[in-house]
């Protein structure tokens, strides 16, 4: 069992590392890239200096169809209030690619490089200790610094990309609110921490309750870490204190939801391991409409779109539509199977597999409130008495998708006020 998984293992690292000829491609357009940057920043006289972050500086990006390059700008502290605008300045006169604004909790900037991949242009305040940082980018250096300190050799960079790879198939990787998964850094620290990809998932299987992490035992004990630790930062099921600020959980963006999803998906692998475990797999909605098909239940799929800024904005607001969608259809059906697929642009698809509860039984107000049994009586049908209350009982005899399309005339404004421009029933 331990060769199968072993073999697996060094399968999928064949074709989750990056080709020489990409990696080629983009070190040469960085590297220029770099070079004009800073000779920007010496003619404008700016004390700021440019570094490369993220998987690519710290050599654990895997295999993607479009490849995203961290590089941060990192400003003197007396340009704090103006470091996107300096940035923005800079890039508009080096005219090195396409350029693109995103908003954030600091305005930073992409550039295409080429269709394969692009640069994030981050602007940051130089700071000696991570207590003085106004914004969370700032600790990047300190990240890419410890990073390359823990991870010396090649077999512990795999690992991170394995545990990387896994998590991206599985929709389980990203800090983004649409997510709630696992960040780069934060496999990054597991990995340190468990020493490989299978310690860590048959590890994670095993967790009940809250496992909490300290790599550089910067408290003396779990209850020291609660008493001192801020209770918001604790709420996710694994906490890890962030070797390079002990304040902060470098996990904090990990829901019970996804995690309990890693849980599962780690079970599965260990239980059958396979190539498969580590692709991406679209969502077969044929396969799923046979299904329901075949077990006499009803199948919808639904398309959404948003006005709002593509990334951690727009899928936000997709997601949070979807959930309120599937508290909506809940209601009425019972949700057998459902899922979210964002494009990573403007746009979703949700998919619902339900069986309808025949009747909706709503209660109304206690028979001795005659003014709002009245009013109760004049909106509903079918009131029947229980005790001191009274109730009416509504069949459900129409399809899940006369029920999205009713309810979507209905509650228009509402939708638009969600964020949501589009909301389309496509099968």
Request: charged residues 35%; hydrophobic residues 35%.
């Amino acid at each position: 069992m331990k060769e199968n998984i072993n073999q697996i293992l060094k399968e999928v690292l064949k074709r989750i590392n990056p080709s020489e000829e990409e990696l080629s491609s983009m070190n040469k357009f960085l590297k220029d890239f770099l070079n004009s940057f800073e000779k920007k920043v010496k003619e404008k006289k700016i004390d700021a200096q440019i570094f490369v972050g993220g998987s690519f500086a710290k050599k654990t990006l895997i295999k993607k169809k479009l490849y995203d390059i961290d590089v941060f700008a990192r400003f003197d502290k007396k340009y704090e209030d103006k470091v996107s605008d300096l940035t923005k300045k800079i890039l508009l006169e080096m005219k090195k690619g396409e350029l693109s604004l995103i908003h954030g909790s600091r305005d930073y900037f992409r550039v295409k490089g080429t269709e394969n991949f692009f640069i994030e242009v981050v602007p940051v305040v130089k700071v000696k200790n991570p207590k003085e940082a106004e914004n969370i980018t700032d600790l990047s250096y300190f990240h890419v610094d410890y990073i390359k300190k823990k991870l010396k050799n090649e077999k512990m960079l795999e690992e991170v990309r394995l545990a990387k790879a896994f998590c991206h198939a599985n929709k389980c990787y990203g800090a983004e609110s649409y997510i709630n998964g696992f960040s780069g850094y934060a496999l990054e620290l597991l990995i340190c921490y468990y020493k490989s990809f299978l310690n860590l998932a048959k590890a994670v299987v095993k967790i009940r309750g809250k496992e909490i992490i300290d790599l550089e035992k910067l408290y003396k004990n779990k209850n020291e870490i609660l008493m001192n630790m801020n209770g918001a930062k604790m709420v996710s099921p694994i906490v890890i204190i962030d070797p390079t600020f002990k304040e902060r959980n470098a996990l904090a963006a990990l829901s019970k939801e996804t995690f309990e999803q890693f849980q599962e998906v780690c079970r599965k692998f260990l239980k059958k391991p396979s190539i498969e475990s580590f692709s991406e797999e679209k969502i077969d909605y044929e396969e799923v409409k046979k299904n329901a098909l075949k077990n006499k239940i009803e199948f919808i799929l639904i398309k959404a779109k948003t006005d709002k800024q593509e990334g951690d904005i727009a899928g936000s607001k997709l997601v949070k539509f979807y959930r309120h969608l599937s508290d909506e259809i809940d209601n009425l059906y019972e949700i057998k199977n459902k899922g979210f697929d964002y494009d990573d642009k403007k746009g979703a698809e949700y998919f619902f597999v339900v069986k309808s509860k025949k009747e909706l039984i709503q209660m109304g107000p206690m028979k001795n409130n005659k003014e709002a049994c009245a009013a109760f009586r004049k909106k509903h049908k079918n009131i029947f008495e229980k005790k001191d209350r009274i109730y009416s009982k509504e069949k459900i005899d129409f399809s899940i998708k006369e029920f999205v399309n009713n309810w979507e005339s209905k509650n228009s404004e509402k939708i638009r006020e969600m964020g949501i421009t589009e909301l389309e029933v496509i099968d």
